[in-house]
């Protein structure tokens, strides 16, 4: 069946330098690609998509990129704040489906 | 994006009893969805809570087990019935506004089944 996989599952990083997740995907009609923050004991919360006619979408400090040939897309997060701290999900869905296929998460501390 | 309630927050259960969880949301919306999270794991997808019918599972989870209604646009529950142990978790429900293929997410009832 299809899958998303996520790399790495914990990831340390000193505050202000960039932090990068990578996750692949098995179905290759997926055209949405939405990345979730969940803070403990929080709901995940969107913080940034793409969908698969753009290579790349930046929102401030929080860029993805999306590469449609080797299925595969990035969250990338530069001059890292100790609240960017948190479980970071990426997800999959094929328009019409409504299903998101969700990667395992990336536990990510921003170390002061 | 909407603004989605779930209650209650926590709850804790009796194994072999039940507990129905209420999602409701501000806005009429196009699809519901209720997920389970497992501590420090994935969210997995249960069911797409139909309005007006029977609700769609995915592979792992049944009707009799998981009971969903769907009423109206804006409000949905999910039942967990007969619990165990292993039904201690976080369960969430989402919605997708209209059209927009994106899910926000309700807060969550955490249960804890002893």
């Known amino acids: 069946g299809e899958n998303v996989e996520q790399h790495p599952s914990t990831l340390s990083v000193q505050e202000g330098d960039s932090a990068v997740i990578k996750c692949t995907y098995s179905d290759s009609a997926s055209n949405y690609f939405p990345w979730y923050k969940q803070e403990l004991g929080k709901r995940p919360q969107l913080i940034i998509d793409i969908r698969s006619n753009v290579g790349e979408k930046k929102d401030q400090r929080i860029a993805v990129t999306l590469n449609k040939t080797a299925k595969h897309f990035s969250l990338h997060i530069t001059e890292t704040q100790p609240e960017d701290s948190a479980v970071y999900f990426c997800a999959a869905s094929r328009s019409g489906t409504y299903k998101y296929i969700f990667g395992t998460g990336t536990r990510l501390k921003v170390l002061a | 994006s909407a603004v989605i309630s779930q209650k209650p927050s926590r709850d804790i259960c009796q194994r072999g009893t039940s507990l129905t969880i209420q999602c409701q949301v501000d806005?009429?919306?196009?699809?519901m969805f209720w997920y389970r999270q497992q501590p420090g794991q994935s969210l997995t997808l249960i069911a797409t809570a139909n309005q007006g019918s029977e609700a769609t599972y995915e592979s792992g989870f049944v009707i009799d087990k998981f009971p969903i209604s769907r009423p109206n646009l804006t409000f949905s529950t999910l039942t967990v019935s007969n619990m165990s142990p292993e039904d201690s978790s976080i369960y969430l429900c989402?919605?997708?506004?209209?059209?927009?293929?994106?899910?926000?997410f309700g807060p969550g009832t955490r249960l804890l089944v002893l």
């Open positions: 989402s919605v997708e506004v209209w059209q927009q293929e994106t899910q926000y």
């Open positions: 806005s009429q919306v196009t699809m």
